[in-house]
């Protein structure tokens, strides 16, 4: 089987790519996989070739050319990769038509991945100018004629159909997310506080993910004018999608930073043993995403032991039980400022009450383990897998 994905350690940079490491580790063990995706050097290395991977590069005669279409020159190289495979598994549009692509050229079965929708992301047209309409039409393309499609959320599922009522409804199937309880766990040590400026002594709210329209992190920066004075901003944020945003990030951040002390930016990837320090002892976690398809992030802190506030949007209700392992904000793109008021409201709600969250952070703990375990989403994937080649 040829799992097609962009992320892929070390370069992994979302969500996505967290799904495929975990995924992949787990379905060793379950089927013959090769892993293909892309990498700055096309030559697998010792490790590499352990592992079964391959990394792919876009043609060098695209090197200056839009994003969009040096993507369609690695999906190219990968379905041209997979001769000899029973059957595809693609992640993201990124990967979604080389998974086309390789069902068409080789005859077989194409099961596909959405973790998110290039309908629900019009802000991706800031980032790839005409590539978005590029992108729509190969995520188009690719979940229309797939066997199987892959929703990571019920929310998901309703989102898929909604964008493509051509695809078979009976073809949609939903598979959680998953978190390892293991490496996400609480860690006592603070030395990764100590080593970014986090005062231990006093309450922290978190942030981690991308400076992207989707995280929702403007409205976080807002959001924060209101957090109480003795409460720290914790922001682990980076890989901003366009200069636009960027510099709407820098001027919040800085407008933030002027008004009160203890706000904390951490502007490139941590390993992860420093974010499950920074996870494990945050007041509360937050996820102020305007659109997420589940957010895997907040499995990450709740199987750390943290309370989350996020915002009532796509997967998220599935993840955080409201008022059990944290509390969600409502959020209309009709009135943001209301969104950004509940949002300063429950976070200073949960840092001032550190008994209540300390009981939600153990709520959640107790659900991550229970219901999202990765050897779980390994076994339901591999019987999406067992139920298209039955029907091949």
Sequence with gaps: MGLLTREYPPDVYGGAGVHVEFLARELRALTDLDVHCWGADAAADDADAADEVVRHRAWSALDTANDALRTLSVDLAMAAALDGRDLVHTHTWYANLAGHVGKLLHGIPHVMTSHSLEPLRPWKAEQLGGGYAVSSWAERTAVEAADAVIAVSGAMREDILACYPAVDPA??????????????????????????????????????????????????????????????????????????????????????????????????????????????????????????????????????????????????????????????????????????????????????????????????????????????????????????????
């Design 171 to 392: 073809k949609v199937r939903v598979v959680h997310n998953g978190i390892d309880t293991e490496l996400y766990r609480p860690d006592p040590g603070t030395s990764a506080l100590a080593r970014h400026g986090v005062d231990p002594g006093r309450p922290y709210v978190l942030f981690v993910g991308r400076i992207t329209r989707q995280k929702g992190v403007p409205h976080l920066l807002r959001a924060a004018r209101s957090l109480e004075p003795g409460v720290q901003l914790v922001l682990c944020a980076g890989a901003p999608d366009t200069p636009e945003i960027d510099r709407e990030f820098r001027a919040l951040f800085a407008e933030l930073s002027r008004a009160r002390d203890g706000v904390h930016w951490i502007p490139r990837m941590l390993p992860r043993p420093e974010v499950v320090q920074l996870l494990s002892h945050a007041a509360v976690f937050v996820c102020p995403s305007v659109y997420e398809p589940l957010g895997i992030v907040n499995l990450e802190a709740m199987a750390c032991g943290t309370a989350v506030v996020a915002s009532r949007v796509g997967g998220i209700p599935e993840v955080v039980a409201d008022g059990t392992t944290g509390l969600l904000a409502p959020y209309d793109r009709h009135d943001e400022e209301r969104f950004e008021h509940d949002l300063g409201l429950l976070l200073n709600r949960l840092a001032a009450d550190p008994r209540r969250a300390a009981a939600m952070g153990a709520a959640g703990r107790y659900r991550a383990r229970r219901e999202f375990g990765w050897d779980t989403v390994a076994r339901r994937t591999v019987e999406v897998y067992e139920d298209v080649l039955k029907a091949a």
